[in-house]
Every structure is written in C-alpha cells, then in structure tokens.
T-cell receptor, first 128, second 109 residues
Framework: QVQLQESGPGLVKPSQTLSLTCTVS??????????WNWIRHHPGRGLEWIGYISYSGSTHSNPSLRSRVTMSVDTSKNQFSLKLNSVTAADTALYYC????????????????????WGRGSLITVSS | EIVLTQSPGTLSLSPGERATLSCRAS???????LAWYQQKPGQAPRLLIY???NRATGIPDRFSGSGSETDFTLTISRLEPEDSAVYYC??????????FGGGTKVEIK
C-alpha cells in the first residue's frame, strides 16, 4: 500500500516561509496519471486545495494563494515540496499531501479526477 | 470559481436509517469530476465516490452517489455506527480549479 508522509517544522513565525516535504513510499511520483497536491484544513473549517505539481514539474495552484506558493518535485527521492511565503496566522492549519488521479476509463470513454491517497497531515502553527 | 454548498450542516440519525446528503454547485459541474470523501476525527479524508456514482475500492454498497450539473447527492442507505463522520464533496473544474464543500457532519444516535 502506497503511503504519503509529510514533514515540516510545526511552528513558523509570521512573515516567514512555510516549507513542507512529502515523501511517497514508492516511485509513483513518476506516474503519468498522478498529480501531487497540497490541501489544508483550517481549524473548525473545511478543506482548501492549495495546488498540485506533476512529475514533469508543471504546477497549478489556487488563485487565492498563487502569489505565495512555490512547489517542486524530486523524482529521484520520491518527494515533492511546498513553500508558502509571507505567512500569517490565517495560514495555521493541518497540511495534507495528497495524490490526485486523472484516470481515463476506456470502457466508459470517460476521464475522472479524484484524490485517492492522503498523508496523515502536518500541523503548522503560525505564531511569534 | 465554483462554490460547493453542502446541506444539512449536521444530520443526526439512528442506525439503519437512510442518510441523504446534498451538494449544490454555484455553476454546472461535469459529473465525472465530482467526488465524495469521508473524514473521521483524527484521520485524513477517505475517498468514497468518484465520477458522481462510482464507489472507490473497498467502499460498501450502502454508499451511493447521484446527481448532475449543479445538484449532487450522497446516500447512505442503512446507517451503521462507523458511518459517523464528516462528509465532503469536491469538484475539479477547468483551469484547473478544485474546491470542496463545507462538509456535512453525520451523527449516529
């Protein structure tokens, strides 16, 4: 069973940069149909998609965060990473790394998108 | 941006009852790109349904999804105690833009 594991600092000071890395337990980072996402869950609120990166390095991110987000992938280490700069208390959340699947079903002649694997989450608190 | 609104906020039902969860979109969502997730306390979300109607691997057949365009539904036909959780809908749109609903909490009496 493929697993994803986030690693991060836990505590970040306001105005600094939050850095997170996700390690994937197999080499599916190189898969054509997989997109590597960051999703966060604010305390008492819902889920917010931050963005994704493909194995080739192409990225897409939430317009509300785009100016502060940088993502990278290291296929040799089966890892992908997130940097979120100029953080404030509003960035305090549980951050998940998540595998997104873009699947084509030839029988149905239909493609699908969904998140099939989630890490356990890394709690990031922004505080001085 | 497509906004997903889930209702009700909380559903309190007894074991064996039927639960009907609604997800309404501010614009039309392509059915293959609508999914549902279950999240229990202290756990990451788990994929239940993708493509509006397709159950993910290992998901019991008491879970089913339906809907189209702006109105989607997750139905749990016979509630079991382990179904107590928060349920989220999620859409994938062009650009791409991905968004989640605010969640429905299902409580088992």
């Amino acid at each position: 069973q493929v697993q994803l594991q986030e690693s991060g600092p836990g505590l970040v000071k306001p105005s600094q940069t939050l850095s997170l890395t996700c390690t994937v337990s197999d080499d599916s980072v190189r898969g054509d149909n997989f997109y590597w996402n960051w999703i966060r869950h604010h305390p008492g609120r819902g889920l917010e998609w931050i963005g994704y990166i493909s194995y080739s390095g192409s990225t897409h991110s939430n317009p509300s965060l785009r100016s502060r987000v940088t993502m990278s992938v290291d296929t040799s280490k089966n890892q992908f990473s997130l940097k979120l700069n100029s953080v404030t208390a509003a960035d305090t959340a549980l951050y998940y790394c998540v595998r997104g699947v873009y699947q084509f079903d030839s029988t149905a002649d239909q493609s699908y998108w969904y998140f099939d694997l989630w890490g356990r989450g890394s709690l990031i608190t922004v505080s001085s | 941006e497509i906004v997903l609104t889930q209702s009700p906020g909380t559903l309190s039902l007894s074991p064996g009852e039927r639960a009907t969860l609604s997800c309404r979109a501010s614009q039309s969502v392509s059915s293959p790109y609508l999914a549902w997730y279950q999240q229990k306390p202290g756990q990451a979300p788990r994929l239940l349904i993708y493509g509006t109607t397709n159950r993910a691997t290992g998901i019991p057949d008491r879970f089913s999804g339906s809907g189209s365009e702006t109105d989607f539904t997750l139905t749990i036909s016979r509630l079991e105690p382990e179904d107590s959780a928060v349920y989220y809908c999620q859409q994938y749109g062009s650009m791409p833009q991905i968004s989640f609903g605010g969640g429905t909490k299902v409580e088992i009496k």
